[in-house]
């Protein structure tokens, strides 16, 4: 027979045996920790500074911690490059539906959404099953009513649903404004059943008025969905208070490993510093900063590379359409000779495939990443690399040779910009196979003795 003890009794037997204990050893909730360059970058980014909004004052206190961490790492000509920018604050937000059923909503204001009045804005709210069809919606018919727009986003290894679907938050407010509506309501754009909204920045089109927007999470959407397929007229009650913010304070933090031929463009590798207030941004985009910082500091692990290799946490990133770290780091250095651009903001699960842009003329430098990665099960697909927002005004204006490699977004659109997107969702096997595979990129390309080109003559190359 097994006998049970209360805790009071085991207590009085041997109180140090068993508060000790207690006091010192903290519950193991989450996974183990992982170790080595890249996971202590991404810990230390969400622990010591957590959510790090574009313009605030924690994205300004990352760049500081950025600085001191590349320095530390042994990083050269680290610099913090400060610029103004578009961003925007969250106020308080909440809504609900009052007819014809009174439901609680879990909603996120979008970046770049105007407020509502301070009391909230209590209106019609009219259902639309897809973006076009509230492209399709007469000029005016909105007047006065806030237009809910609904999607079929699914999971897909290569985040592929993201542009089309992702268009429901980037246009569908400036189209909603443009036909009349007070506000705006969107299905978040996310794959998951979790009651977490999904925010993310939207872009109000020239001379359209910004109204207030805001995403419901997948379960509130779906509810929203079933009550509009009984015809029945909803009303919202909807208080959304954030508001855009000019010239806020921003900046790039930027970091050298010298080569052993400063003559030859340089590698740019790029993350973004800064994140959503949601969550801790640690897959969005921490990991891709303790990624691409680990993999440059272990290809010169043996000894220098031939070319620089240079690391560029940009940013706001997030609310950067008119002007984010990429824009910046372009202008500021723009003028200098690249030869690659690469970018890390897809999380931090495994690298599966990769993909290529570059000159006939480096065919033999491309066979030679694809023998590197082949070990790895990471293999050439056809497309064109594009490298990421962070990197795109520098590929832009060099035309530079780009590669990508491309995680498993299966998941990856649970988590982006909700709540969830914290430390323990990092598998830390997972990350150091992102920097395994982006090393091995870097001891070819960084290595490479001849021109690295996008096309024949391309910019960049001096």
């Not at 999971?155 to 400036?174: F, H, I, K, L, T």
């Not at 970091?255 to 510093?273: F, N, Q, T, W, Y």
């Not at 651009?341 to 990443?369: P, Y």
């Not at 040779?401 to 498993?408: F, H, K």
């Amino acid at each position: 027979m097994q006998r049970r003890f209360s805790r009071a009794a085991v207590l009085a037997v041997s109180p140090l045996l068993v508060a000790a204990p207690l006091l010192t050893c903290p519950a193991q909730a989450t996974p183990a920790e992982g170790s080595g360059v890249a996971w202590e970058i991404v810990e230390g980014l969400t622990t010591e500074i957590g959510p790090r909004l574009a313009g605030s004052p924690q994205e300004g206190q990352a760049r500081a911690w950025a600085e001191a961490r590349l320095n530390a790492l042994g990083f050269q000509n680290v610099k913090v490059e400060p610029f103004k920018t578009l961003a925007w604050t969250r106020g308080e937000e909440h809504a609900k539906l009052t007819a014809p059923y009174a439901q609680p909503l879990a909603i996120a204001a979008l970046g770049m959404s105007t407020p509502t009045p301070a009391k909230g804005l209590q209106a019609e709210l009219v259902y639309f099953p897809t973006l076009d069809a509230l492209r399709a919606a007469p000029d005016g018919s909105l007047k006065g009513k806030v237009a809910f727009v609904d999607h079929a986003m699914r999971p897909a290894q290569d985040g592929s649903g993201y542009g089309p679907y992702g268009d429901v938050r980037r246009r569908g407010p400036s189209i909603a404004s443009q036909k009349g509506a007070a506000a705006i309501v969107i299905r978040s754009a996310g794959t998951d059943n979790h009651r977490n909204p999904h925010t993310g920045v939207t872009v109000f089109a020239k001379g359209v008025t910004g109204i207030p927007a805001g995403a419901v999470s997948n379960p509130d959407a779906d509810l929203i969905a079933r009550i509009a397929g009984r015809g029945k007229p909803m009303k919202i009650d909807l208080t959304l208070l954030g508001k855009p913010f000019p010239d806020a304070p921003s900046g790039n933090v930027i970091a050298d490993l010298p080569g052993r031929d400063p003559s030859l463009p340089k590698i740019v590798l790029a993350c973004h510093l800064d994140s959503w207030d949601l969550a801790t941004g640690a897959i969005d985009d921490a990991s891709g900063c303790g990624i691409v910082t680990a993999a440059a500091l272990a290809a010169q692990k043996e000894g220098k590379t031939l070319r620089t290799i240079r690391v560029l946490w940009a940013g706001n990133e997030e609310m950067g359409v008119t002007g984010g770290g990429s824009k910046a780091y372009a202008e500021m250095h723009g003028d200098e000779p690249h030869a690659v651009a690469m970018e890390s903001d897809f999380g931090a699960d495994k690298v599966w495939q990769f993909r290529l842009t570059l000159a006939d003329s480096n065919q033999a430098m491309a066979e030679r990443i694809k023998a590197a990665l082949w070990p790895m099960g990471i293999v050439y697909h056809e497309g064109a690399a594009t490298g990421g927002a962070d990197v795109s005004g520098i590929i832009a204006k060099q035309e530079l040779a780009v590669v990508d490699l491309g995680q498993d977004g299966m998941h990856y659109f649970d988590l982006h910009h909700t709540p969830d997107d914290t430390l323990d969702k990092v598998d830390p096997a997972a990350l150091q196979q992102n920097v395994d595979a982006w090393t091995a990129v870097l001891k070819v390309i960084a290595n490479e003795p001849g021109a690295i080109a996008r096309v024949p003559g391309s910019k960049g190359e001096g």
